[in-house]
């Protein structure tokens, strides 16, 4: 699987979007960007993901560049409850690898009011 | 419908003794995955059992080890414990086959503290 690249932290003021970027610049052809979050003493949570095309559901947006060498996470209107760790992890979708993950050290998102 | 529900929630232990850990997945879900968690590492893959089969293991020592039943409910032993296992320990499931969106379900943990 690939490796991703994250800022440690980010600041985002309560109301407006969070773009939350990450390289993986040795990405595969099939390998999917996948974005989790994981609240203070919670479990991750999964929010995301997508191959090539841009996405989006009721939790955020994924912008995927052209030659999938980054993307971005795009929360459109953050709330205080959005302060998490927010992983982008990247890997071949298959039967066989279904539970594995990989996680980096994510960026820890701080909503401020 | 519940989720995924991770048995003890906290835990205390002494340096050698062991523990088990058990996680039940949500209904339907036939993998079953563990992860640890630590201020250090960070989130690691441990091991991931489909069908009472383990087909997938992180790199960890033999100390650590798995099980699954045939309900999918799992369990997860770690024997000799060390001050360093202190951690806590995820479990989270997901569907195999359609619909699979790749999406893992976690559970909120069983906090362990080795003295």
């Known amino acids: 699987d690939a490796k991703t690249t994250q800022p440690p932290s980010m600041d985002c003021a309560e109301g407006r979007a969070a773009n939350l970027p990450c390289n993986h610049s040795t990405i595969s052809g099939n390998e999917y960007v996948y974005w989790y979050r994981q609240i203070h003493s919670q479990g991750p949570q999964y929010i995301i993901h997508g191959l090539k095309n841009n996405e989006t559901n009721e939790m955020a947006s994924l912008i995927i560049t052209e030659d999938r060498k980054s993307s971005t996470l795009i929360l459109p209107h953050a709330t205080l409850r959005d302060t998490a760790v927010y992983y982008c992890?990247?890997?071949?979708?298959?039967?066989?690898?279904?539970?594995?993950?990989?996680f980096g050290q994510g960026t820890t998102l701080q909503v401020k009011p | 419908k519940a989720g995924v529900t991770q048995t003890p929630r906290y835990l205390i232990k002494t340096r050698g003794q062991q523990v088990t850990l058990s996680c039940s997945p949500i209904s339907g879900h036939r993998s079953v995955s563990w992860y640890q968690q630590t201020p250090g590492q960070g989130l690691q893959f441990l091991f991931e059992y489909f069908s009472e089969t383990q087909r997938n293991k992180g790199n960890f020592p033999g100390r650590f080890s798995g099980r699954q039943f045939s309900n999918s409910r799992s369990e997860m032993n770690v024997s000799t414990l060390e001050l360093g296992d202190s951690a806590l320990y995820l479990c989270a499931s997901s569907l195999i086959g359609l619909p699979n969106t790749g999406e893992l379900f976690f559970g909120e943990g069983s906090r362990l503290t080795v003295l």
């Open positions: 992890i990247v890997r071949v979708d298959g039967s066989s690898n279904t539970g594995k993950l990989i």
